[in-house]
């Protein structure tokens, strides 16, 4: 987890989040929903700005919009997973098919949530795929 | 004899719900930056319809659809719904119809928000 300092010397410990959406309504109500709970280091409004995002800010967590210019979460899915590996990547449908949820999930996403649900819920969600994460791999060489 | 009264379901009471635990002025300017979009996606989605354009319709509805479930506007998300549908048919007969229809929606939702938002205050 990325923890940040904050300016009275707290360390900030909540989850570092980055949200891609087109939609500045979604990306808006997704920050002051998640705020909270999540430490939102930026927004993305396409899949190349939340690659790059991803690769800059190394976020514990992206909440990636299906449909978005650029190439969608097809193309910012895999791009994120290979520039940041250690960020979770959730996806947000809205009513896309199953196969294109599943060839996400095989691309490196590990959990999709539908848009419609609560902001407590949608946390949940991040919360319970960020504990799935697959833990990074302990380097044993010796010194 | 009892008379029965259907009304539609404007706003989604448990999205809702958690919307208004948000402080007051998030909120107000969240709704304030929907019902503005919205209206733009009204605007275009008529000189779509005007054009024949399905694809611009179903993208431009899709949008409206997913920002409208987010804030608990349900009659909008339905009324979106429907344009969906009928621009990935290709069916858009009833397409003024559809898009009164929706216009009708964001006049009822915009004035559930505010009615909630002076009744919270």
Redesign the interface.
């Given at each position: 987890m990325t923890a940040g300092p904050l300016d009275n010397g707290w360390v900030d410990q909540r989850p570092t989040l980055l949200i891609a959406d087109?939609?500045?309504?979604?990306r808006?109500?997704?920050e002051?929903?998640l705020g909270a709970e999540f430490r939102v280091l930026a927004l993305a409004a396409d899949a190349e700005e939340a690659a790059a995002l991803a690769a800059e800010h190394q976020p514990d967590l992206a909440l990636i919009?299906v449909?978005m210019p650029a190439g969608g979460a097809r193309t910012a899915v895999p791009e994120i997973v290979a520039c940041s590996p250690d960020t979770c990547v959730v996806v947000l449908s809205?009513?896309e098919s199953e196969s294109l949820v599943r060839e996400l999930l095989s691309a490196g996403a590990l959990a999709y949530v539908r848009?419609?649900v609560?902001?407590?819920m949608l946390a949940t969600t991040l919360a319970r795929a960020l504990k799935a994460r697959p833990a990074r791999p302990t380097d044993l060489t010796p010194a | 004899m009892t008379t029965l009264t259907l009304e539609a379901e404007v706003l989604q009471e448990e999205v809702i719900r958690e919307l208004e635990t948000l402080e007051a002025l998030v909120l107000s300017d969240l709704l304030g930056l929907y019902i503005r979009e919205a209206a733009m996606h009204l605007d275009a989605l008529s000189s779509a319809f005007d054009r024949d354009d399905a694809a611009t319709l179903g993208a431009v509805a899709h949008t409206l659809k997913g920002s409208s479930s987010s804030l608990g506007a349900l009659l909008v998300t339905q009324s979106a719904d429907a344009i969906v549908t009928a621009a990935r048919t290709g069916d858009l007969q009833d397409g003024f119809e559809l898009i009164e229809a929706l216009k009708h929606a964001l006049e009822i939702t915009d004035q559930a928000f505010r009615e909630r938002s002076a009744g919270s205050r």
């Open positions: 087109d939609d500045p309504v979604m808006t109500a997704l002051a929903q919009d449909q809205s009513d848009k419609g609560t902001g407590s | -």
